[in-house]
């Protein structure tokens, strides 16, 4: 199989807001990224219990399927502090420590205002020590294949942002669609941290979303729907072994891909 290399690391600090950055992390066996999706921010509704923390469907939070506009905001996290900053148009708007009420209130007052009618009720910051608000219950790492995107923007005609799809690893390498040869088998990121990949990623609307401007102006489940017979792009993989991963490790299958006889099992008509 051809080789592969990462090209980016992303965690999403708060669901639903920005991509933060990495240059490297350290990978613990059977968890998420460290910081990834910490926080989330309930809808409306308050059904999110701190004290037995446990799954609840992404439409219980702000997300981006829903809540576009969210989009149009930049937001920085200091993993150190706990304190988010909120820009727009390159302007702080607001800025609150999620470790506290007042700062959690400070920032659930700006979205609130911002979202204005777009909201079911009031909105709260919500977390939990050791507790992730992924779309999927499961400690899932996201990987994207460039190759596949690229193969999106051939069939589409249009530019696809990567961060469209909010994921963990980006890697670079491999044919278009050849990821979906992998399901079960085991990687190899940097020559230590060891993931079994679990599942591909069926896509939602939230991939519909520019993640610059906010504006829905793709199809991407229905695209992939019609012209691959399947809504999947990506794979979400449990992490084995532990161990640190960097931008320009290798990326290696630990097995022989299973065998493909047409180009629909590879998501490719």
């Known amino acids: 199989m051809t080789p592969a290399k ?3 690391l992303y965690r999403y600090p708060v669901k639903g807001l920005s991509a933060e950055p990495l240059v490297d992390v350290q990978i613990e066996a059977g968890e998420m990224l460290p910081g990834d999706r910490a926080y989330a921010i309930e809808n409306g509704s308050r059904d999110f219990d701190a004290l037995s923390p446990g799954y609840l469907p992404k439409q219980k939070f702000l997300q981006l399927m829903t809540n576009e506009d969210l989009a149009a905001l930049e937001t920085r996290f200091d993993a150190d502090t706990q304190t ?5 148009n390159g302007r702080q708007v607001s800025m609150g420590n999620l470790s506290t009420p007042i700062g959690c209130q400070l920032v ?6 911002y979202l204005a009618r777009r909201v079911r009720g009031a909105l709260r910051i919500v977390s939990a020590p050791d507790h992730h608000f992924a779309d999927a219950p499961d400690r899932f ?4 294949n460039l190759a596949s995107l690229r193969d999106l923007e051939r069939i589409t005609g249009k530019t696809v942002d990567p961060l469209r799809f909010r994921a ?3 890697i670079d390498g491999w044919p278009a669609w050849q990821e979906r040869t992998l399901i079960g088998q085991t990687l190899e990121i940097g020559g230590t941290a060891h993931f079994h990949v ?3 990623i069926t896509r939602c609307a939230a991939t519909n979303v520019d993640p610059q401007t906010g504006a829905r102006d793709m199809h991407i489940p229905r695209t992939l729907g019609d012209v691959f017979g399947h809504e999947e792009c990506g794979l979400y993989l449990t992490a084995i072994s532990s161990g640190p991963i960097s931008q320009g490790d290798e990326v ?3 097995g022989k891909p299973k065998p493909v006889s047409a180009g629909s099992d590879l998501g490719i008509r």
């Open 168 to 170: 963990n690893i980006y």
């Open 198 to 200: 679990a599942e591909a």
């Open 252 to 254: 290696k299958p630990m």
């Open 84 to 88: 988010m900053k909120i820009l727009r």
């Open 108 to 113: 659930e007052q700006f979205l609130s205002a």
């Open 141 to 144: 790492i996201s990987l994207i």
């Open 6 to 8: 990462t090209i980016s």
